[in-house]
């Protein structure tokens, strides 16, 4: 009988090596620490608020292997598993996420397994997890013939990020899943917040303004940024502007003037919202995108 061969990426190309510029602004990093791998968790939250950002910064600080799940509707058993794969005359099984995660784990004592937006597994695909993200730390792969169990000395963090089911293309957690996870809830930040942001992640340098000092004008036009972002998001708009979407206003502003980058924020919305934006625009900046 011909040995079944079994084939996966190594350890090391995940751990990444990039320098990501990140302010811990809701204060998640010292949870993370006081976890130490040892608590499946969820953060939920809306859009573009750096709950990937948050993980991957953390897991790079302390040169972890971090293992992700791009989630969506049509993730099937072998996306997660993994599959034979035909290689000339042979056909190996190449492991899926959740298989290699266990093995990389087993032999560097330590990884992180990211679902990134776990709400649009469906609830078959999310039924899947149940064994690896609860006591039992195993996963049965008839397959290949192998049961795949951490060691009891190793550790693999489980954790995931979701937005609110209000999104499209999602679905509700079983609450099988629910009841293996902490889950965290995140809003947006504050505009003071958002400023600290913004200035970390631009390269901005902290220079104290003396009382009574107007802003410089590059603080001004952030500012303003913030505020129609702000705004944006407590009216009931189909889409709202995220610290993501402020970030691309403002390297879009340095790139091709503010006018431009405001009307290609403005293709975000549509209808009534987006004579709503170009409104606050006009009455914010000055500017008038109906040209």
């Given at each position: 009988m011909e040995k079944l061969s079994i084939e996966r990426l190594a350890a090391d190309d995940f751990i990444s090596k990039q320098d990501l510029k990140y302010k811990d602004v809701f204060k998640l990093h010292p949870l993370f620490d006081k976890f130490n791998l040892n608590a499946n968790l969820i953060l939920v939250g809306p859009k573009g608020i750096a709950?990937?950002?948050?993980?991957?910064?953390?897991?790079?600080?302390?040169?972890?292997?971090?293992?992700?799940?791009?989630?969506?509707?049509?993730?099937?058993?072998?996306?997660?598993?993994?599959?034979?794969?035909?290689?000339?005359?042979?056909?190996?099984?190449?492991?899926?996420?959740?298989?290699?995660?266990?093995?990389?784990?087993?032999?560097?004592?330590?990884?992180?397994?990211?679902?990134?937006?776990?709400?649009?597994?469906?609830?078959?695909?999310?039924?899947?997890?149940?064994?690896?993200?609860?006591?039992?730390?195993?996963?049965?792969?008839?397959?290949?013939?192998?049961?795949?169990?951490?060691?009891?000395?190793?550790?693999?963090?489980?954790?995931?990020?979701?937005?609110?089911?209000?999104?499209?293309?999602?679905?509700?957690?079983?609450?099988?899943?629910?009841?293996?996870?902490?889950?965290?809830?995140?809003?947006?930040?504050?505009?003071?917040?958002e400023k600290v942001i913004l200035k970390v992640v631009l390269g901005i340098s902290e220079k104290t303004r003396k009382k009574g000092q107007a802003p410089s004008p590059k603080d001004a036009v952030i500012n303003k940024i913030i505020t129609l972002a702000h705004e944006t998001r407590q009216k009931n708009l189909a889409y709202s502007l995220s610290p993501r979407d402020v970030i691309q206003i403002v390297h879009d502003s340095d790139s091709c003037g503010l006018e431009a980058a405001l009307r290609l924020s403005s293709g975000k919305f549509e209808g009534q919202d987006r004579d709503y934006y170009k409104t606050r625009v006009t009455s914010i900046f000055g500017i008038g995108l109906d040209k």
């Open positions: 709950k990937t950002l948050s993980i991957a910064s953390w897991v790079n600080k302390n040169g972890y292997p971090l293992v992700t799940v791009d989630c969506s509707e049509d993730i099937r058993r072998v996306h997660l598993m993994g599959m034979f794969t035909l290689r000339g005359d042979y056909s190996p099984f190449v492991l899926g996420p959740i298989p290699t995660a266990i093995q990389i784990a087993n032999e560097v004592g330590h990884c992180v397994l990211c679902f990134e937006e776990i709400n649009a597994l469906t609830h078959a695909a999310q039924k899947m997890l149940n064994s690896i993200a609860d006591h039992r730390r195993r996963i049965d792969l008839p397959e290949c013939q192998r049961v795949f169990r951490l060691d009891s000395k190793a550790k693999l963090w489980l954790c995931g990020t979701m937005n609110e089911n209000v999104y499209g293309g999602v679905y509700s957690l079983n609450e099988d899943l629910k009841s293996r996870f902490r889950m965290l809830p995140l809003t947006y930040p504050s505009v003071a917040e």
